[in-house]
C-alpha cells in the first residue's frame, strides 16, 4: 500500500524563518502550509505553494487556532461556530494563495492544539468538519485514526485520511505524547526512519512504555519545526525506499 508523506511548512512569518522549505518539499508529497492564524503570512503562503507547485507536491490547508503568539500549540475553548467561520476563512484565504500560484488546496490538516483537541472534542471537532464541507465537502481531512475527528468527518461526508507521525513519541492508547513531557519530539534520523518503516510494513510503532501500538496510516507526518526536519524526513524517504514501499500522495 502506497504511503503518503505530509510536512508542516510555510510558517515563516515576516522577517523571521522557521524551516528550510525548498529542500523539505523535495522529499515530501504532502505540503501542509500555514494560513496565518498560528504562523505564515501571505506573502509566504504563497511562495510556498508555488514552490510545492514546482516539486509536484499536493498543497493542504494547515488551519489553526488563533494564536500566532502562542504558534497554535495551546488550547483555545473557542465558541464552535466562531471556529468553524475561522476555518472556512484559512481555507478560503490559502485557495486564493494557491490558485494565484498556479496551484490548488487539494485537502485540509489541524494544526496542533487543534488537532490534539479534536481528538476528543466533539463541539469542535463537528465544528472542523462542518467548516471543511461548507467549503468543499470533496476535500479530505488529515486525522490521527480512532478519534471523534475521524468520526465527524464520515458524519459530514468528508474523506478522512489517518496519519501517523514519524517524529512524536506515542502514548499506549495511540495519542501522542503531549509536547510539555520529554521526550515528546523525536530527533534521531535513523531512528524515525526505522520507526516509520515498520508502521508502514507493520502497522505497529512502539509506545514510550515500550508496548507495540497499531497504526493506520495512509500518511506520515514530519514537523517543519522539528530540529533537523530535513534530514529527517530525507531519512524517512530513503528508508521507506530501501524497505520496497511506494512513496505517494494519498489522493
Known amino acids: 500500500m502506497p504511503i503518503d508523506l505530509n510536512a508542516d511548512v510555510g ?4 522577517a523571521w524563518t522557521m524551516g528550510d522549505d525548498a529542500a523539505i518539499l523535495r522529499v515530501v508529497t504532502s505540503a501542509n502550509v500555514a494560513c496565518g492564524f498560528h504562523a505564515g503570512d501571505p506573502r509566504t503562503a504563497r511562495r510556498t505553494c508555488a514552490l ?3 516539486a509536484g507536491v499536493a498543497v493542504g490547508a494547515h488551519v489553526a487556532y488563533r494564536d500566532l503568539a502562542g504558534f497554535g500549540r495551546r488550547f483555545l475553548d473557542v465558541d464552535p461556530g466562531e471556529l468553524t467561520d475561522e476555518v472556512v476563512y484559512q481555507i478560503g484565504a490559502l485557495q486564493a494563495l494557491a ?3 498556479g496551484t490548488a488546496v487539494r485537502y485540509v490538516k489541524p494544526h496542533g492544539a487543534l488537532y490534539n483537541a479534536i481528538v476528543h472534542h466533539r463541539a469542535q471537532a463537528r465544528a472542523v468538519a462542518a467548516a471543511v464541507r461548507t467549503v468543499d465537502p470533496g476535500l479530505p481531512i488529515l486525522v490521527l485514526p480512532g478519534t471523534v475527528i475521524e468520526e465527524e468527518a ?4 468528508l474523506r478522512p485520511v489517518v496519519e501517523a507521525f514519524a517524529d512524536r513519541a506515542y502514548l499506549p492508547d ?3 505524547v503531549p509536547r510539555s513531557r520529554p521526550g515528546a519530539v523525536v530527533t534521531d ?4 526512519a526505522d520507526r516509520v518503516v515498520r508502521m508502514a510494513t507493520e502497522g505497529t510503532v512502539t509506545a514510550v512504555d515500550g508496548t507495540a501500538v497499531r497504526v493506520r496510516a495512509e500518511s506520515v507526518c514530519v514537523h517543519g519545526d522539528t ?3 530535513v534530514a529527517l524526513a530525507t531519512a524517512v524517504r530513503e ?3 530501501a524497505a520496497g514501499v511506494l512513496v505517494a500522495g494519498f489522493r
Open 11 to 14: 510558517e515563516s512569518f515576516g
Open 189 to 192: 534520523p535513523q531512528e524515525v
Open 99 to 101: 490558485a494565484a500560484a
Open 239 to 241: 528508508a521507506l525506499d
Open 227 to 229: 530540529p533537523g526536519a
Open 52 to 54: 510545492a507547485a514546482e
Open 154 to 157: 464520515r458524519a459530514a461526508g
Open 174 to 176: 495511540g495519542t501522542l
